[in-house]
């Protein structure tokens, strides 16, 4: 499965360049536009999971073409612009941008409120997931309320809470391929002093306690990019 694919509208080459680099080298799939009119030809192409929207471009501006966007769709967006009052602010979070992020800006944060959007969207989109409480893939039985992981035959995995957290954030991203920059980021606040190293060390973990009757754990490695779970999950 692809990772998440990302269309950046931004008129300035350099940055525009600078930007679609950076963001595919922590694991996105990155399409470019210039202009309104490149970014409609970019949708019509192909869905994206997140638009970063820079506000002022040539001919229809950014604030513009977030009212149209959002007329017929609720892809993620956040608005990159040079102009950061409390009232352009207000506006764009006002008109369903779901971020705004003020010029100049590192590449880390831009990352971090992407995967912040990102988790946002992906628990809204798993909401009969959530209510459920308890979900299903390849016969595992992953309990919210409880916290608790069943094994195909029914014994109960014991799971420290911190990869407990991780398995969810899998479960949330389900056959979404997930860098290590973005799972350090995605699991920070459950995992605590994340590194690439303790990444790798308690996805090896889950893996092994994932692994039944000579199986393979769902969780593969996606080369080059990071890690995914590659199983179907549906709510009981």
């Known amino acids: 499965m692809p990772s998440p ?9 350099p940055l525009r360049t600078l930007l679609a680099r950076n963001l595919r080298q922590y694991g996105y799939t990155v399409r470019t536009a210039v202009s309104g009119a490149e970014m409609g030809v970019a949708l019509k192409a192909g869905p994206v999971d997140l638009i970063v929207l820079d ?36 506006l764009g979070l006002e ?8 010029k100049p800006f590192s ?15 992906a628990r809204d989109g798993n909401d009969e997931i959530g209510k459920a409480g ?3 893939f390849d016969g595992w039985t992953l309990s919210h309320q409880s916290r608790e992981l069943r094994s195909p ?8 809470t911190a990869e407990f957290d991780l398995l969810t954030v899998f479960v949330q991203n389900a056959r979404r391929a997930i860098g290590r920059e973005r799972l350090i980021e995605m699991s920070r606040d459950r995992i605590g002093d ?13 893996r092994r306690k994932l692994s039944s009757e000579g199986a393979d754990a769902p ?10 779970l590659s199983s179907e999950v549906s709510p009981v």
Do not use: C, K, W
């Not at 590449?107 to 969207?121: F, S």
């Open 5 to 13: 694919s990302i269309l950046v509208v931004e008129d300035d080459p």
């Open 134 to 136: 308890v979900i299903t």
């Open 153 to 160: 035959d029914g014994a109960l995995v014991d799971l420290t």
């Open 194 to 206: 994340a590194s690439d190293r303790s990444v790798d060390v308690m996805v090896s973990r889950l």
């Open 95 to 102: 008109l369903g941008a779901d971020d705004y992020l003020v």
């Open 107 to 121: 590449t880390r944060e831009l990352v971090a409120r992407i995967g912040a959007v990102l988790r946002r969207h």
């Open 55 to 90: 506000i002022m471009l040539p001919g229809t501006n950014g604030i513009e073409l977030l009212r149209s966007l959002r007329q017929q769709s609720e892809v993620p967006v956040i608005f990159i612009s040079a102009r950061g009052s409390e009232t352009d602010r207000v």
């Open 219 to 228: 969780i593969t490695t996606i080369r080059g990019v990071g890690y995914m």
